[in-house]
């Protein structure tokens, strides 16, 4: 038993410190065909290497939250095996598109630790970065969770909290090189609603639904190679239940959002996002979003739109915490992320 | 709300009005590894590069059914989202094999229109056409849909119904270029018998079956992109059931058919079909032919048969209505079409 | 119905015999990126085109199990359609990588007989062989299946039962030219044992666990074109269960044998295997590993290590069988394989 990864434990963790991840992962087609079984996805600059071609793009990329997944799914053995919770995200940049053939791996630098009152659990900030196989980063983001300690009489660590942007500006924003939406195809794209016609504030209601199976969720989370024991092993939590990655819940979420948003092409931002409740199989998953703010870019005929993504559970459009400032029990999943747009 | 797709009512379509469907899409490796995945497809032209060469092609071509359903999913957000029911096809031509790497869009002509005496709902005839990259045309047929009325005072247009043919002709049938079944490996391909061998009136039992699980239809019917919600969303029916999308019971019972019709390899035509009952998860679907026509094609070692294909929930062989003119329940599908064997 | 195949019966094997099979299979991206989604499978040389290159491969190649599914599901039409029992395995020598783009199929020889004295099955040993586009084996193993007779009349052939290794000796094996272990980057590969770290004798208990859906293994099992049905057809067996294919849980063992042996990187021999209890959905795979042997290669920086590989669905770890000398109920897999690893 020794040989096996017990995960670390908060003590295990030293700021500064550079985790290199494994195991590095070639995506291709197949992943791509997997992300538009999986997921209700349509927008047309991830499904046509024709139309990405006409945007500059030199093919159809893998999906951006796909280039994430299996970006995230690396850290895990060594990030949050010993989570008790996912807390947060922040400063999430997608910095290059990751095409078909292009080799991914993972490092995070440790950026933040904080010992919990309770001397039982603490709170570890790390920075990851998704680097292709030219070394260039692709993906960057930061992600804090709470970890057990191991050894409870291990001593606590300064604490150092990170200092950390609330909310990318536009101008944090990395736009791909030779993206142009100037002869945007509203017609293919499917929708005809450009940046200029929404408004901050604006709540869109995405209608469609989908039934969550736990044959589905599995098969997703194993692509990215995720391998918390939390989503595969029906033993592994008292209720006999296994918990969906909210990384799942976030795909299909974003993929709903085909239905009013099908122009809101490209992720290029994470401001933040939380799992507000737990999701299981047999839940319906629906979602709103709402217009958070907007910005232009230099790229011709870029816009930037900042937007509330809000998957649920019961249906419900437009609500989200209730008097005591908590999620309400009908949503899953409160996103906040910049996309691009033809303007 | 205003921005999410309402779909299209009877009103809203006009004779001769060309509609541009969203959106493209490039299909490759990964949609091949699924089709094999999803269905027990075995014909040995799709399954092997190396046969399909030996057969005059540059390649294993997409699945014929799998290309079908791509451009069928496009047209369900301006067709059918709508629709009461899928009321017919005619006219389906497969005109040019479908490689990976190729980007299909689809097109659609409205080519008839009939209210209902009912005023609330109508009948649309639509023929739609598949294109690739090179705006070659790979597959058209013609469909028809009743779909409500939003505006009950809307006018009722000139009623149009389209002069279809109820089956195509040999003549009619597109023989990819270069096939070529005079050097056909039929221990290679898995059966012994040629297109000599069959007769017509000859009823074969498929033998194998499959039950249908939930996962596996959402997962087949999001890789073709087809959006109707009653395939996804178990609250969308009274019932909690989810439809199954009449075009995965196609290619399940296709792909059963191999037994007994392993040589019956290229799908070119479809004179007509019907989705006999609904289906849902936990049927078992099996499948029987029987040969309904044949006829000679100037491609070399090339021959042409007309089958109807059945797909039954209760393992029946040879039956398909009852006395009174209606399908029996244990019908799905009945399908008739045309395909190339190997003389 | 006479078209249809019925399967061989044991009295239609004769000694010698060589049986081509049905139908070639191209492999690509597509069953790659698969194989991923349906095992927790994240060993660096099936995962990264980049670590395979490093290794001195020219890219990730299918993986050896992929491999051989597909080589194995080819069989099943002519070897076990009406086999009662799968009974053993030996001398399974992986001869060379199967890379995406190769196209597989497979020959096997009738190399033993032994009709079985209640005269009414036999027992057939086969050695099958996949070969790729350029007829070069990739794979080759021996199987022997009990076999019912269609006509008891038959005479029994001569009892020939076939000398077989019960263990591949180290020079048996075939390693892949160019495979290079010498600067093998552990930190990638997601562990730090090396060959040097493994005693004979120790036990590996790999923790993780995935319990199967019946859209996994059916969507898994028609990816290798393996027909039976006792796999899909939930009306097939009394108690209404579909029997999942042997090889999945041979698949889900070794992916969740990454913890703890993680550089255990290719499958080069298979001295043998048994699947000790039928495996059905909703089950929870788990699985442990014991060092058998270990052997020093020719290759650079590459050792070889015999492990069994034992797959449970109650968890346990280092039991295998009971007092009566049959295998424990929860015992799912006893497999017995050789690894290549880095020194």
Same mark, same amino acid.
């Given at each position: 038993?020794?040989?096996?990864?017990?995960?670390?434990?908060?003590?295990?963790?030293?700021?500064?410190?550079?985790?290199?991840?494994?195991?590095?992962?070639?995506?291709?087609?197949?992943?791509?065909?997997?992300?538009?079984?999986?997921?209700?996805?349509?927008?047309?600059?991830?499904?046509?290497?024709?139309?990405?071609?006409?945007?500059?793009?030199?093919?159809?990329?893998?999906?951006?939250?796909?280039?994430?997944?299996?970006?995230?799914?690396?850290?895990?053995?060594?990030?949050?095996?010993?989570?008790?919770?996912?807390?947060?995200?922040?400063?999430?940049?997608?910095?290059?598109?990751?095409?078909?053939?292009?080799?991914?791996?993972?490092?995070?630098?440790?950026?933040?630790?904080?010992?919990?009152?309770?001397?039982?659990?603490?709170?570890?900030?790390?920075?990851?970065?998704?680097?292709?196989?030219?070394?260039?980063?692709?993906?960057?983001?930061?992600?804090?969770?709470?970890?057990?300690?191991?050894?409870?009489?291990?001593?606590?660590?300064?604490? #150092? +909290?990170? /200092?950390?942007?609330? =909310?990318? &500006?536009?101008?944090?924003? %990395? $736009?791909?090189?030779? !993206?142009?939406?100037?002869?945007?195809?509203?017609?293919?794209?499917?929708?005809?609603?450009?940046?200029?016609?929404?408004?901050?504030?604006?709540?869109?209601?995405?209608?469609?639904?989908?039934?969550?199976?736990?044959?589905?969720h599995?098969?997703a989370t194993?692509?990215?190679?995720?391998?918390?024991?939390?989503?595969?092993?029906?033993?592994?939590?008292?209720?006999?239940?296994?918990?969906i990655y909210?990384g799942h819940v976030?795909s299909m979420?974003?993929?709903?959002?085909?239905?009013?948003?099908?122009?809101?092409?490209?992720?290029?931002?994470?401001?933040?996002?939380?799992?507000?409740?737990?999701?299981?199989?047999?839940?319906?998953?629906?979602?709103?979003? #709402? +217009?958070? /703010?907007?910005?232009? =870019?230099? &790229?011709?005929?870029?816009? %930037? $739109?900042?937007?509330? !993504?809000?998957?649920?559970?019961?249906?419900?459009?437009?609500?989200?915490?209730?008097?005591?400032?908590?999620?309400?029990?009908?949503?899953?999943?409160?996103?906040?992320?910049?996309?691009?747009?033809?303007?």
């Amino acid at each position: 038993m020794a040989k096996t990864n017990p995960g670390r434990f908060f003590e295990d963790y030293r700021l500064g410190e550079v985790i290199e991840h494994a195991a590095p992962r070639t995506v291709g087609e197949g992943e791509r065909a997997l992300y538009h079984a999986l997921y209700p996805a349509r927008h047309a600059l991830y499904s046509s290497d024709v139309f990405a071609a006409q945007s500059g793009l030199e093919g159809s990329p893998i999906d951006d939250l796909a280039a994430f997944h299996v970006v995230f799914g690396k850290t895990v053995p060594d990030i949050s095996l010993n989570a008790v919770a996912n807390l947060g995200y922040a400063e999430g940049r997608w910095l290059r598109p990751v095409y078909p053939g292009d080799t991914l791996r993972a490092v995070s630098e440790v950026i933040g630790l904080k010992q919990n009152s309770n001397g039982k659990t603490g709170v570890v900030w790390v920075r990851t970065t998704g680097l292709n196989q030219m070394d260039e980063p692709v993906l960057s983001y930061v992600r804090w969770v709470m970890v057990r300690k191991s050894d409870l009489d291990a001593p606590a660590p300064d604490t #150092v +909290v990170p /200092d950390l942007k609330s =909310t990318l &500006a536009a101008d944090d924003l %990395a $736009i791909p090189e030779g !993206l142009d939406f100037s002869g945007y195809d509203f017609a293919l794209a499917g929708e005809p609603h450009r940046w200029g016609d929404y408004e901050v504030g604006e709540v869109i209601d995405h209608v469609d639904g989908v039934t969550i199976e736990e044959a589905e969720h599995m098969i997703a989370t194993r692509l990215w190679q995720n391998t918390a024991k939390v989503h595969f092993d029906a033993t592994f939590r008292p209720d006999g239940q296994r918990l969906i990655y909210g990384g799942h819940v976030i795909s299909m979420a974003r993929a709903l959002s085909f239905n009013g948003l099908a122009n809101a092409q490209m992720i290029v931002g994470l401001n933040g996002g939380a799992h507000a409740n737990p999701c299981f199989a047999g839940l319906t998953v629906k979602a709103w979003s #709402v +217009v958070l /703010d907007k910005a232009e =870019t230099p &790229a011709p005929g870029v816009g %930037a $739109i900042r937007l509330r !993504l809000v998957a649920t559970s019961d249906g419900s459009v437009g609500k989200l915490k209730g008097a005591d400032g908590k999620y309400l029990p009908g949503v899953l999943l409160d996103l906040d992320y910049w996309a691009l747009m033809p303007v």
